[in-house]
Every structure is written in structure tokens, then in C-alpha cells.
């Protein structure tokens, strides 16, 4: 399969992600305002540190599966037993929230913490799904559980009429839960193939998955830390504003994640040389591609805020400062394919992560309180840049590929996209 056509199969699935986020984003806007919709937002944030996280088992499971060849039922079973364990914590740390934490946050730590034991064990199965190279199932996971809760949000707001930042994350923990059942079905076939609990396949998930949960985290809160920063400053409502923006521009992402997916099996079983080319190869794709996407947003980042209640009308000049850094961290997932599923070293994206997230937050308190939320996108954009250029010194060092060998498209890179168009055009003679 070409990464061009691979890409696009999985940007299919992916795009259907972005729908539901958007569509989010819309509907919470207008029922909750800005300042329900920041703290949704916030609520939402705390579950998505916690997926980060477990992103790290999803990444330990596949590489147990994809690269080291053991039964999907072994390792399927012994990643819900440590996966298991977690969930209960993230129910337990959610209660305690609601005893222990300030304000706001005591109401939204329950639905969190429920939400996110549901990210967690569906993280095993996903982990499975992509170990196998069954992309398709794999992407379902990643669609049915966001457009599950979307659904639960809706009914919540406009069947049960309760309008309220914890009603929908509430919905949005049920909505997660529901999507579980529906997967193991999903995945019927061969999932459960040698079913058995090993416990030194315990010990090495757990430290693949805290070496690259570690890193998922550092590399979501570097997404995700300059909004605590303007909820400090700017409060709920600014933080509602701001996320309007940051989700737009990060919907950029499912193309670079869409590309770097297709190559993740292949990268995983290929020799280190031939998985730094075609790392290298998805990056150039994950370029061009990304370029012509940002330059767009860009151009029509007025239009897409008018979609929201007038008084977000600011998340548009934070888009667009938002975009430049957001292009070229696009070219992370790649990198961090490369060393988590070819090198088995998740904690390098962790210290790229990491590099990013002090820059940012050390920006952020200087920027923020003298250009708003236009600060904090400022101050992203310009972390983003430095820790991705950082990362491909980096890469380039230790795979002796060159600039040009990264970033000089040639004949196969072409004929990726002659045989994407070839297959569209016999598609639509059929």
C-alpha cells in the first residue's frame, strides 16, 4: 500500500473524528456559552492527559504484538489486567476530586475520572487492533468513542434538558463506556487467540507502557498546558475563546497522524534503515500536505469562527498565529513512529515533548498577561517550531539521513500519488 493511499484511508476514518470534535465544539459553544464551554473544555482536558498517558499502552500492546510477534489473546488479556488496575485509580482519583478539589473542579473530577477509566481499558484493545495492522478496526476505535459520547452530549442537552458543563461530561463518560462492548465485537476475530495471562509480559507492558505514557503525556499537555495558563489569567471564558482555536488548528494533525498511521506496521518490521526512509518519506508527505491545509485555514479562519456564538469571535487572529508552529509539529508524528515502534524508545518523544512544553509555559507568563489568549497561541506556535526542528537534528544525526534525503520528494514519492489517483479514477469508472 502507498503512504499516499494508505494516508488517505486512514484520514477517512480520522476525518470522521474531526467531524464529531468540530461538531462538538459547535454545539457546546452555543448550549454552554464561553465560560460552560471552558470548563467543559477543562474537563475534557484532565481525560485527555489521562488517554495520553494510556496511549502508552496502546503503543506497549502494539509493539508486543506488531514487533515482537506475541498472541494477540496474551497480550490482550495481560494489558487489561495492568489496564484494569488503572481505570480503577482514575475512578478513585475522580472521587477524591470532588471531596478534595477547589470550585469548578470538584463537579467536573467525577464524570472525568470515569471518563478516563474508559480511555484506558479501550486503550488495550486499540493496541491489539494496531498490532495486527487491522488499520480499519483500529481507526473504528479511535471514531466510536468520541462519536458515542458526541451522541450522549446531545441527548443530554436536548432529550433530558440539562444544560451544564458536568451533565456533558457526565454524557461524555457514558458515551465512552458504551463504545467498549461494541469494539470486543468488533475485534471477535483473532482478538481472543491464545488467550492466557503472562506475567513477564506483564513486567515489560508496564515499562514500555510508563516509558511511552510518560512521553504521550508530556506530548499532550505541551498541546495542552498554555490553557491552565489562560484560565489563570483569562479565566473560563477566555479559555473557552482559546480552545475554539487550538482544537481548529489541531485538526490539522489528523493528516500528518493519518499518514504516520499508515506507515506505523511497516516502520515497526522493516530494518532501521529502511524505517528511517520511509520515515523520512512520510515526513515529506506529512509537508506538502500539511502546507496546503494550513494555508487555507489561514485564509478562511474568519469564516470558520462565524460558525460560533459571536463572542468567540476572537479565536480567529489566535488560529491563525496558531497555524505556522501547528504546520510543523504536524512532522512529530512521524519521528515519534520511528522511535516507538521501530527502536522501541518512546522517550524520545517525550524530551522533544518536554523541550516544547518549557518553552511554551516559560513564554506563556510573559505573553499571555500582555496579548491575551493571542499570547498563548504566539507563544505555541513558537515552542512547537523549536522542539521539532530540535527533533529532526536530531533524527537526521542518528539515521544519517540528510536534509535532502528528508525533504527532496523524488520518483517514488510521485508515484505514490499517481497510483492514489489511478485507484480514485478506477473507483469511479467501476
Known amino acids: 500500500m502507498s503512504i499516499a493511499y494508505g494516508g488517505i484511508v486512514a484520514f477517512l476514518f480520522r476525518g470522521l473524528n474531526l467531524v464529531v470534535a468540530l461538531l462538538t465544539l459547535t454545539i457546546t459553544a452555543h448550549v454552554l456559552g464561553t465560560d460552560g464551554r471552558g470548563a467543559f473544555f477543562l474537563g475534557t482536558s484532565l481525560v485527555g492527559i489521562a488517554s495520553a498517558f494510556t496511549g502508552g499502552i496502546t503503543a506497549a500492546v ?4 506488531g514487533n515482537q510477534r506475541r498472541p494477540p489473546g496474551a497480550v490482550l488479556l495481560t494489558g487489561t ?4 488496575g488503572l481505570a480503577v485509580l482514575a475512578v478513585v482519583a475522580g472521587l477524591a476530586g470532588r471531596a478534595m478539589a477547589p470550585g469548578d473542579w470538584a463537579h ?3 464524570a472525568a475520572g470515569a471518563a478516563s477509566a474508559a480511555v484506558i481499558v479501550i486503550s488495550v484493545v486499540s493496541g491489539v487492533f494496531l498490532g495486527r495492522g487491522a488499520l480499519v478496526r483500529y481507526n473504528v476505535a479511535l471514531v466510536l468513542p468520541p462519536f458515542l459520547a458526541f451522541c450522549a452530549v446531545v441527548a443530554t442537552f436536548f432529550v433530558l434538558h440539562q444544560k451544564t458543563p458536568t451533565a456533558a461530561l457526565a454524557a461524555f463518560a457514558v458515551g465512552q463506556w458504551a463504545s467498549m462492548p461494541l469494539l470486543m465485537l468488533l475485534g471477535s476475530a483473532g482478538l481472543f ?3 492466557r495471562l503472562d506475567g513477564r509480559l506483564l513486567a515489560l507492558l508496564f515499562r514500555f507502557a510508563v516509558l511511552a505514557g510518560i512521553a504521550s503525556a508530556v506530548s499532550y499537555l505541551n498541546y495542552r498546558a498554555d490553557t491552565f495558563v489562560v484560565e489563570y489569567f483569562e479565566g473560563k471564558s477566555g479559555v473557552g475563546i482559546y480552545s475554539s482555536a487550538v482544537l481548529i488548528a489541531e485538526s490539522v494533525w489528523q493528516f500528518s497522524g493519518s499518514l504516520a498511521l499508515a506507515a506505523y506496521p511497516r516502520v515497526g518490521s522493516l530494518d532501521r534503515t529502511a524505517a528511517a526512509k520511509l520515515s523520512s518519506r512520510v515526513m515529506r508527505h506529512t509537508l506538502v500536505i500539511l502546507t496546503a491545509v494550513c494555508t487555507v485555514l489561514f485564509l478562511v479562519a474568519p ?3 462565524r460558525v460560533l456564538p459571536a463572542s468567540f469571535a476572537e479565536a480567529a487572529p489566535a488560529l491563525r498565529l496558531l497555524l505556522p508552529g501547528t504546520l510543523l509539529y504536524g512532522l512529530a508524528s512521524a519521528v515519534a513512529g520511528f522511535y516507538t515502534y521501530q527502536r522501541g524508545m518512546p522517550w524520545v518523544s517525550a524530551v522533544v515533548a518536554g523541550v516544547g512544553l518549557v518553552i511554551d509555559l ?6 499571555i498577561p500582555a496579548l491575551g489568549i493571542n499570547g498563548a497561541a504566539l507563544a505555541s506556535s513558537i515552542a512547537y517550531a523549536i522542539a521539532i526542528l530540535g527533533a529532526l537534528v536530531a533524527f537526521m544525526w542518528d539515521t544519517k539521513e540528510t536534509p535532502a ?3 527532496r520528494f523524488g520518483r517514488a514519492d510521485l508515484q505514490d500519488y499517481r497510483t492514489l489517483l489511478g485507484r480514485v479514477r478506477a473507483a469511479v469508472n467501476r
Open 62 to 65: 502494539a509493539y508486543q504484538v
Open 405 to 407: 534525503d528528508v525533504f
Open 108 to 110: 467536573i473530577a467525577p
Open 303 to 305: 469564516l470558520l469562527v
Open 362 to 367: 516559560a513564554l506563556d507568563v510573559v505573553l
Open 81 to 84: 489486567v495492568l489496564s484494569g
Open 193 to 195: 487467540d491464545e488467550l
